[in-house]
T-cell receptor, first 114, second 113 residues
């Protein structure tokens, strides 16, 4: 089954701890993205990657970091520098960056900071 | 950069009636306008999209219209059904390699029995 998989689905973190959210896709897509979803705020872009070993900051990158060592994987680390990390995080992929097209989303990871 | 405004934030319509959600964008270079539907507890999924070389696109009960001069586009759902209840997001993107897909804040659509 082709698709995009996020884990974990739910995650709890104590203040001051870093946490890494996993995102894996087997769609052979070049581009991958991380969005943050808060009630009434829509989908805000954190980071995106067009090709392996390259990524760019989105609109709200502060307090987050990513890596793209493999085409299939784009993990997101929420660092202790992120002031308000409690949110729903969505990973997405698309076939080719340069030609706008459909985003395929994962099922999301809900992070709660205690 | 691009900014997308979406209205209304909440919309309730009687089952069988039509629903209209409107979006405006700021960057005249934008040329791709998708709409995503997110049912409760599920991932967003593309339901329809339109590119700037057309003014209207239909797919069964849903249609999207685009007015490039006014920089606004709308989603129309006819003969609404309970399964249409969801949050709908509009988005806009340009044609350049570095252009990002920018989303509106979403519209929560309630279909009333």
């Amino acid at each position: 089954d082709g698709g995009i998989t996020q884990s974990p689905k739910y995650l709890f973190r104590k203040e001051g701890q870093n946490v890494t959210l996993s995102c894996e896709q087997n769609l052979n897509h070049d581009a991958m993205y991380w969005y943050r979803q808060d009630p009434g705020q829509g989908l805000r872009l954190i980071y995106y990657s067009q090709i392996v070993n390259d990524f760019q900051k989105g609109d709200i990158a502060e307090g987050y970091s990513v890596s793209r060592e493999k085409k299939e994987s784009f993990p997101l680390t929420v660092t202790s520098a992120q002031k308000n990390p409690t949110a729903f995080y969505l990973c997405a992929s698309s076939m080719v960056w340069g030609s706008p097209g459909e985003l395929f989303f994962g099922e999301g990871s809900r992070l709660t900071v205690l | 950069g691009e900014n997308v405004e979406q209205h209304p934030s909440t919309l309730s319509v009687q089952e069988g009636d039509s629903a209209v959600i409107k979006c405006t964008y700021s960057d005249s270079a934008s040329n791709y306008f998708p709409w995503y539907k997110q049912e409760l507890g599920k991932r967003p999924q593309l339901i329809i999209d339109i590119r700037s070389n057309v003014g209207e696109k239909k797919d069964q009960r849903i249609a999207v219209t685009l007015n490039k001069t006014a920089k606004h586009f709308s989603l129309h759902i006819t003969e609404t059904q309970p399964e249409d209840s969801a949050v709908y997001f509009c988005a806009a993107s340009g044609r350049n390699r570095d252009d990002k897909i920018i989303f509106g804040k979403g519209t929560r659509l309630h279909i009333l029995p």
